[in-house]
Each structure stands twice: as structure tokens, then as C-alpha cells.
């Protein structure tokens, strides 16, 4: 598997968990999805800084170096949320077609064992994420996903992989994984919603669902994203806090 996570020092104006910052989260990812029984797995990671100062630069090369991980950091100056997407998207259409990729941004929490959860959500899915999305549960009405009615349920199907249960689901944000054979088919329509500065995310998935390309999400949630307001539900996670389980992985400020 290649994991592109993309991180720049410029983000849109949202809230975080307290500490969720980029420097925690990144650490996260490293210890509950890098790691499997104490030990480095056989992935890539390729960190992708954008627009970051040499600061940035330096202390995440040196997170890296630190992390004993296969991988590489890459700098690049999109500037915008969809210009490092197109980066990293290129970068994932020169592999082979039968490569797993996961697509990371520099807000999102995993719980242990996301990286098996995600792999077994690939062998039944086209495009998998591990972040449950609260919007799947809210009415478009009441500021949710607009395929979801007044019964705030969506329409789908259930079913159970050796580590967990899963739903088919409409939509994710690009925190997702696929195959690059499968990215490649559907390249055209990646492209026309990443044109400008900012990914419509949504209107990729719908457009992929009438393509016939189907999206899973495993239940309870095996990652979240961490603004608050739109953080993945916890019942069945074991947790009782975002916020004091990042707390809890706390390593560094940055």
C-alpha cells in the first residue's frame, strides 16, 4: 500500500480538537496505522508537505526519520486544498494498477487496527474510508447529506468483514482509498471536481455512485475527522473522548 498524506502549515478556518494538531495527528497515524504488533509495516508512506516553511519542513523529515517507517518526504507548493490533491493524485496514477492507495489529509484520528479495517473494506468496495461520516445520519434538510431524508437514515446495504461491520454509504470526504487501477478508470471524474482551489468531495462520490462505483464505511468508525462538529460518532469505539484519546497519543506540539 502507498499512503500519500498531505500536509501543508495553511489550513481552512475550522475548529479542532484541542489536541488535535497536525503534529499529533500525523503521530497517530504512525502509531495505529503504520505500526501493526509493535513493528513498522510493509507500507509506503509518502508525506507530502505543501507550502511549508523550512521549519515544517525539517521537523517532519525528521518525525519521519525518527518513525524507522518505509517512506519519503516529498515538497511541493500547490497552494490550495485541490492543487496538492492534483499532486498527489498524478503521483499515485504512475504506480501499477493493482496498488492499494490511501489518501490522507492532516486532520483525522485512527483508531488500532484501522489499516486491517481498511484493507478488508477493499475487497468489497471500490473506494473505502474508515471515517464514518455524521452526515450520513442528519437530513439535507437540517444542513446533512442531501440523499438523506427526513428519517435521517440513508438507504444501504450491511454487511460483515472478519474485523468489522460496514455500510454502503454515498459520499466521503478525500481522506479515501482505492486501487490505482480503479482511480485511473475514474480519473475524468476526480479531475473535474479538483479544477480549482478547493475539492467538492461530494460531488465526486455522487458522480461515482451513478458510475456504478461503490463507497463503504465501516461501523462503529475507525478514524475521524477532527473538527468537532463533524467528528465520527463513538458508540462501539470504546472511547468516551476524541479529545482525551488524542491526549493520550500526545507526543508533540507542532
Given at each position: 500500500?502507498?499512503?500519500?498524506?498531505?500536509?501543508?502549515?495553511?489550513?481552512?478556518?475550522?475548529?479542532?480538537?484541542?489536541?488535535?494538531?497536525?503534529?499529533?495527528?500525523?503521530?497517530?497515524?504512525?502509531?495505529?496505522?503504520m505500526y501493526e504488533h509493535g513493528r513498522s509495516s510493509e507500507d509506503?508512506?509518502?508525506?507530502?508537505?505543501?507550502?511549508?516553511k523550512d521549519e515544517t519542513?525539517?521537523?517532519y523529515s525528521l518525525l519521519m526519520k525518527e518513525a524507522h517507517i518505509d517512506g519519503r518526504v516529498e515538497r511541493t507548493h500547490g497552494g490550495s486544498?485541490?492543487?496538492?490533491?492534483?499532486?498527489?493524485?498524478?503521483?499515485?496514477?504512475?504506480l501499477n494498477d493493482d496498488e492499494v492507495i490511501y489518501f490522507m489529509e492532516d486532520d483525522y484520528c485512527h483508531l488500532p487496527n484501522?489499516?486491517?479495517?481498511?484493507?478488508?473494506?477493499?475487497?468489497?468496495?471500490h473506494y473505502c474510508c474508515l471515517y464514518t461520516?455524521?452526515?450520513?445520519?442528519?437530513?439535507?434538510?437540517?444542513?446533512?447529506?442531501?440523499l438523506i431524508g427526513e428519517d435521517g437514515a440513508e438507504e444501504t446495504k450491511v454487511f460483515v468483514t472478519q474485523s468489522s461491520y460496514w455500510m454502503l454509504t454515498n459520499s466521503t470526504t478525500m481522506t479515501c482509498a482505492t486501487r490505482v487501477g480503479i482511480l485511473r478508470e475514474d480519473q475524468d471524474v476526480w479531475k473535474k471536481y479538483t479544477e480549482g482551489d478547493y475539492p467538492h468531495d461530494m460531488q465526486?462520490?455522487?458522480?461515482?455512485?451513478?458510475?456504478?462505483?461503490?463507497?463503504?464505511?465501516?461501523?462503529?468508525?475507525?478514524a475521524t475527522h477532527c473538527?468537532?462538529?463533524?467528528?465520527?460518532?463513538?458508540?462501539?469505539?470504546?472511547?468516551?473522548s476524541w479529545d482525551e484519546f488524542l491526549n493520550q497519543n500526545k507526543r508533540v506540539d507542532i
Amino acid at each position: 500500500m502507498k499512503i500519500f498524506y498531505r500536509l501543508s502549515d495553511g489550513s481552512y478556518k475550522k475548529e479542532r480538537f484541542e489536541n488535535a494538531t497536525k503534529g499529533n495527528c500525523f503521530l497517530n497515524f504512525i502509531n495505529n496505522f503504520m505500526y501493526e504488533h509493535g513493528r513498522s509495516s510493509e507500507d509506503e508512506l509518502i508525506l507530502v508537505l505543501d507550502n511549508v516553511k523550512d521549519e515544517t519542513f525539517d521537523q517532519y523529515s525528521l518525525l519521519m526519520k525518527e518513525a524507522h517507517i518505509d517512506g519519503r518526504v516529498e515538497r511541493t507548493h500547490g497552494g490550495s486544498s485541490a492543487a496538492g490533491f492534483r499532486i498527489v493524485f498524478n503521483m499515485a496514477l504512475e504506480l501499477n494498477d493493482d496498488e492499494v492507495i490511501y489518501f490522507m489529509e492532516d486532520d483525522y484520528c485512527h483508531l488500532p487496527n484501522s489499516r486491517q479495517v481498511l484493507l478488508e473494506g477493499l475487497e468489497r468496495s471500490h473506494y473505502c474510508c474508515l471515517y464514518t461520516h455524521p452526515d450520513k445520519f442528519i437530513p439535507g434538510s437540517h444542513g446533512g447529506n442531501p440523499l438523506i431524508g427526513e428519517d435521517g437514515a440513508e438507504e444501504t446495504k450491511v454487511f460483515v468483514t472478519q474485523s468489522s461491520y460496514w455500510m454502503l454509504t454515498n459520499s466521503t470526504t478525500m481522506t479515501c482509498a482505492t486501487r490505482v487501477g480503479i482511480l485511473r478508470e475514474d480519473q475524468d471524474v476526480w479531475k473535474k471536481y479538483t479544477e480549482g482551489d478547493y475539492p467538492h468531495d461530494m460531488q465526486i462520490f455522487f458522480e461515482l455512485r451513478n458510475k456504478g462505483r461503490t463507497l463503504v464505511q465501516p461501523i462503529p468508525t475507525k478514524a475521524t475527522h477532527c473538527e468537532p462538529r463533524w467528528s465520527a460518532h463513538l458508540f462501539g469505539t470504546g472511547i468516551t473522548s476524541w479529545d482525551e484519546f488524542l491526549n493520550q497519543n500526545k507526543r508533540v506540539d507542532i
